[in-house]
């Protein structure tokens, strides 16, 4: 483990927004790792509640158990029994409003996985552009007589680039993974919603705005 930290410290200065790149990065697999789970989101007892509801009598047991259990889920499930008198079209497109919002919690802090993506790779080639700098510098100096002096600089060099594209690609990896992840989550949850929707409310009518109060 010595020899692997003697090695990157020969990288330069360069890796230190490399190191503080992998530590963002790792944080965010973390972090998306356990948010992202699909039991914490599509939570067991709504998805339950929706599926055997018998009727619209039923709903303020749901509406209390989404305002006790919170979430991206919970939000939206308690959007659709809020506003259950919308017409269909309506509540549909409110369904489809409330979702792309809940979508961005999900999707939250993956920006940050996507930028260190992009940026590690670039980080490590300037890295072995400076080093290459040195290494054209100790040529003027000394000429190409020093194989060892040349190879020991250019293999340091890319030391760099190494380490870049060994933060960068695993970081691209998740970042695909946790979008796809979040979108289908949040497709579950419209498909869910929508499922409520046509038990909560009656097709081809909508309720009165009198009847807003819970049964």
Request: proline share 3%; net charge neutral.
């Amino acid at each position: 483990m010595t020899g692997v930290f003697h090695t990157l410290a020969k990288g330069g200065l360069t890796m230190i927004p490399l190191a503080l790149c992998s530590v963002l990065a790792l944080a965010v697999v973390i972090q998306k790792s356990l948010v992202l789970r699909r039991k914490r989101v599509l939570v067991p007892e709504i998805v339950g509640w929706i599926e055997n509801l018998r009727g619209p009598e039923e709903r303020a047991y749901g509406l209390e158990l989404c305002h006790t259990v919170k979430g991206p889920f919970a939000t939206l499930v308690a959007a659709v029994l809020e506003n259950r008198h919308l017409e269909r079209a309506e509540a549909k497109e409110l369904i489809a409003d409330v979702g792309r919002q809940q979508a961005r919690v999900l999707e939250r802090g993956l920006v940050i996985l996507e930028t260190v993506a992009g940026v590690a790779p670039l980080l490590g080639l300037f890295g072995t552009v400076i080093g290459m700098i040195k290494v054209f510098d100790i040529i003027s100096r000394i000429g190409v007589g020093q194989a060892s002096a040349l190879s020991g600089g250019i293999s340091e060099a890319l030391i760099t680039t190494a380490a870049g594209l060994s933060i960068g690609i695993p970081s691209l990896v998740f970042y695909n993974y946790f979008a796809s992840k979040a979108e289908d989550l949040v497709l579950d949850m419209e498909k869910y919603s929508s499922t409520l929707l046509q038990k909560v409310t009656v097709p081809g009518s909508h309720e009165s705005r009198g009847d807003n109060a819970l049964s």
